[in-house]
């Protein structure tokens, strides 16, 4: 029945006619086969007493135990009935289309763009569909859905929601009557929902992690602008400042002072060789120039860890062009790891291995140090080199094998896209 | 069995009652309702009549059974308490054996196919048979 906003009961509504008419059609059903299981009982009863055209004089202790027999049966029958006949008039004839339809319907009138998550109105759909007391959806931990309270006299029927092997959810419900539990009619409407269901929660946490994917790229980028306007403004900006108040100083010095006028220029390249610097160090946050002047395998070849002791070598000799933010995020994920290993491994090798197939980047960089501690707890340098290949949709893994191995994989669609 | 053998077994017992239920009654109502009325050997015209009715809406919902319909299980539910009520006074008071045997048959079936109908299959489903 539906409950009005002012807290009356809406008796007309045609879902709660189409309910009150399914539990009358139950009743009358129950009621019409139990009264023919009496009267057949009664009759058979009858009949063994000798029942017959001749014979129309029926013992009395045949009526005795025709009733007694249907008394002590009444009750199982009736319980049997009324599950088995609940289980026609409410229980899932078909394929289930009808029930996916609607709760396709329910999800297509409620969620609006970006999809929001799921609420009690896909439980409750669920619930009227079955004539069930208690429907809950739970997401994880938390409960997305629930319509009625948990019947603490029956079993749930838990319905695992998974889309592509992970399990996303739980759908559980409540059977119709206490110590009962659902059919398998019911059980296999319900797998079939919770397919349904699994698609849409799959969706909403990939709308939801699209959603922070974005806002993480809009960060990063508004930390960008402001560590290159800091640099500009702190750095950059003061020094071309004071170079000017000193040359200034040295055209006012030139006739008067020449040796002064001389220190000072002198002191204005070295400050003019430092902003260099800066702007070199600005340009090389930006984009590493080694890349655009050497390549990737030999921007690698020379990482300052290989002039340190550490051997690093790079394969293949030639890489087939890459999208310029894989190129990007390669060198620093490589330059990590090969920072790592000549600063903790204690090894003497580092050996990077470059893999381009059709669809993705595999890039694997060994080290044949003591390895990482097991287990592994992730510093700055591993959980950057995530970050930077989560930026691209990539995944990254560290483990041991002879030295620690960090295998990153990066698609290289979403990162032409 | 599974529910849908089940259900296939009951529309196939449904359908062939039905239709000899029906098929019976035909053959005997063109003599006639007084004929049939003043006969003592035969059902009074009225069961006749109700038997070809029912008979046919019995075949229909046996197909419906078949289908998987949920309103060929409910009508087959009410025929066949029907029949079997229809059935019953023929054991005793059917005025040839055969009479008596084919109620008791008639009877017997009617009771099976509402077994059938409303046997409930309620084996244990694992987690991997639900999310697959």
Known sequence: ?417 | MSRSRNYTLAAALAGLLSLANAIVALVLLPQGADKINHSSNQPPYAVLLIEVVIGLIGVVAAYGVFRTQRWGVIVTLVLMVVNVLISLPGIPFGPTAFDKISSALALVLAALVIYLLLRRDTRIKSKAELSA
Request: glycine content about 8%; some cysteine.
């Open chain 1, 1 to 417: 029945m539906i409950v009005l906003p002012d807290g009356r009961r809406d008796r007309h509504n045609v879902r709660s006619v189409r309910a009150r008419s399914a539990r009358w059609l139950a009743a009358a059903l129950v009621g019409f086969i139990l009264v023919g299981w009496a009267a057949t009982v009664y009759g058979l009863v009858l009949i063994a007493d000798g029942l017959s055209p001749a014979n129309d004089h029926i013992d009395w202790w045949a009526h005795v135990i025709a009733v007694a027999l249907i008394a002590a049966t009444a009750v199982p029958v009736w319980r049997w009935l009324r599950l088995s006949i609940d289980d026609v008039v409410y229980g899932h004839f078909g394929d289930g289309s009808a029930a996916i339809t609607r709760l396709n319907h329910q999800i297509d009138n409620r969620a609006p763009s970006p999809p929001a998550g799921l609420d009690s109105s896909l439980a409750a759909m669920i619930a009227r569909t079955l004539n069930v007391p208690y429907v809950a959806i739970v997401e994880g931990e938390t409960e997305a859905g629930v319509v009625g309270t948990r019947p603490s006299d029956r079993d749930l029927a838990d319905v695992p929601l998974t889309y592509q092997g992970n399990e996303l959810g739980h759908l559980f419900v409540a059977p119709r009557h206490p110590r009962t539990s659902l059919s398998n009619r019911d059980l296999n409407l319900l797998s079939e929902l919770g397919q349904q269901l699994a698609i849409v929660m799959f969706a909403i946490r990939a709308s939801e992690q699209l959603q922070s994917s974005r806002a993480a790229l809009v960060t990063a980028r508004e930390e960008e602008r402001r560590r290159i306007r800091r640099d500009l403004h702190d750095g950059l900006g003061p020094s071309l400042a004071s170079m000017k108040l000193q040359l200034t100083a040295v055209d006012r010095l030139l006739m008067v002072d020449p040796h002064r006028a001389a220190s000072l220029l002198s002191e204005v390249r070295d400050g003019m060789n430092k902003t260099t610097t800066d702007i070199r160090r600005l340009v090389y946050g930006l984009r590493p120039p080694l890349l655009d002047e050497l390549g990737l395998v030999a921007a690698l070849r020379n990482h300052p860890s290989a002039q340190a002791g550490l051997t690093v070598t790079v394969e293949p000799d030639e890489l087939p062009e890459l999208p310029a933010a894989v190129e990007v995020a390669l060198y620093r994920i490589a330059s990590e790891a090969i920072h790592n290993a000549a600063r903790h491994s204690g090894g003497q090798q580092c050996r990077v291995t470059i893999e381009v197939r059709a669809e993705q980047v595999c890039m694997t960089v060994r080290d044949d140090g003591r390895g990482c501690p097991e287990p592994l707890i992730e510093g700055v340098g591993v959980a950057s080199i995530r970050e930077r290949a989560a930026e691209l949709g990539g995944a990254v893994e560290v483990f041991n094998a002879t030295g620690t191995t960090v295998r990153t994989l990066v698609p290289l669609e979403s990162a032409k896209s």
